[in-house]
């Protein structure tokens, strides 16, 4: 894969990155079958929730077949083999829940997983690109890209919260579309000095920001809290940083020793991480590392487009030499944006963990549960309470990251203070 680095005289261009002109990190047109041979994964990958439900999803499992990746031939077979292997995982390591774990994954699942995984440069475990990017089909191949026309390709336990959170989530991606085509004309401009398009691009950056907001903002139209903590959370996590696993898991067949590997995080999302390497966002010790790591679960070629963006020139630096009112306000309407989104995800956080996890808490403490949403939420993991699905002691690293964004404004200096102090200030 080419790179683009600090002093090329190539334009910085998406083109190396598998990043598609209309739907950004999302992949294009996912394959719905695998070829004949892999049905015995799709039988059962297409049923994780019954399955689960009816505590046979382990068995069917040590049933099955073990079976070769020689014959996924393409780059989109091999992403729904991985997305299939995936949720399979999932299901079979917490279909018990915390307090019934295993230590071994199967060898006919870990093997061909394993296979898979390396192919494609991804860990062993669902992530964002398989749960998200890769697992959507239109019900109307000729209708919109929308909440209406959408539907998953494989589910987990959860019922319509699954579908919504992965939807909204897949809407999310889609609105920063607009914003990640505008990074290469800012990268370009700021390399030959042309203000004006870096100025336009910005701005066409900050609305794509704040398509992102909005579109998050249906989460809490279409998925429902009490599901979301009680029942889906423990499918979304991983066996690193996870006290229900605390010696990780080993993949039968690949080595001896358990591996551990973090759960879904919107962390692992290319979209923010990009933006944070244009506007030079600089995150503390921590979380920083926490976000570094996080770049291993992105498909390398994304990982790769992160990387050469912060070999570019400082755009921060740019917009302070150059005595431009557009190109700052801009600059700091960037921010004001990102800011306002993070601060909004603080808030969605809020409501689908922290304020759950205080009711489980409290009906744990009575020894009772009252209706079916209290009930979900009784059950759902002590263990996990406050976390991540990634493992991140997950309120204080979001503010953190908040705080870090707000960082990077330009020196308050006539209307840019005005962008500032007009900046989201949540607790």
Known sequence: MATVVRGSKEPFSLDFYHVSEELGFILPAPLGELPPYYQPWMDIALHIPKLVHSHELRSRIHQMPLLSSQFLARHRELRLAHLALSVMTMG????????????VLPRNLALPYWEVSQRLGLPPI??????????????????????ENLELLFTLPGG???????????????????????????INGVRCGDVDAVAKALEDISRSLKGMTDALKLMQ????PSVFYGIMRIYLSGWKDNPCMPKGLVYEGVQTEPM??????????????????????????KSGAFLNRMRNYMPPAHKQLVQDISLQPSLRSFVQERSSERLSEAFQLCVTNLLALRSYHINVVSRFITVPAARARKLRTRGQAGPEEEE????????????????S?????????????????LP???KASKSQNGAPQLP
């Not at 909204?168 to 889609?174: D, F």
């Not at 139209?221 to 429902?224: A, I, N």
């Not at 919107?266 to 030079?280: P, V, Y």
């Not at 002691?393 to 404004?409: A, E, H, N, P, Q």
Request: with cysteine; glycine share 8%; net charge negative.
């Open 260 to 285: 551990e590997y973090s759960g879904g995080s919107a962390a692992q999302s290319s979209l923010l991480h990009c933006f944070d390497e244009l506007l030079g966002v600089k995150h503390e010790t």
């Open 92 to 103: 079979y390591v917490w279909q018990e829940g915390e307090n019934d774990t295993v230590e």
């Open 160 to 186: 319509d919260s699954v579908r919504g959170f992965f939807m909204v989530t897949l809407l999310v991606e889609l609105a920063a579309v607009p914003a990640l085509r505008s990074v290469p004309i800012v």
């Open 126 to 147: 669902l992530t964002h690109s398989d749960a998200v990017l890769a697992n959507w089909k239109k019900r109307d191949p000729d209708g919109p890209f929308d909440m």
């Open 412 to 414: 308050e200096s006539g």
């Open 393 to 409: 002691g997950i309120m204080s690293f979001l503010k953190t990251v908040r705080d870090r964004t707000r960082d990077v404004y």
């Open 376 to 391: 979900a939420v009784s059950r759902a993991p002590a263990a996990l309470e406050e976390r991540g699905t990634g493992g």
């Open 221 to 224: 139209v279409h998925v429902e």
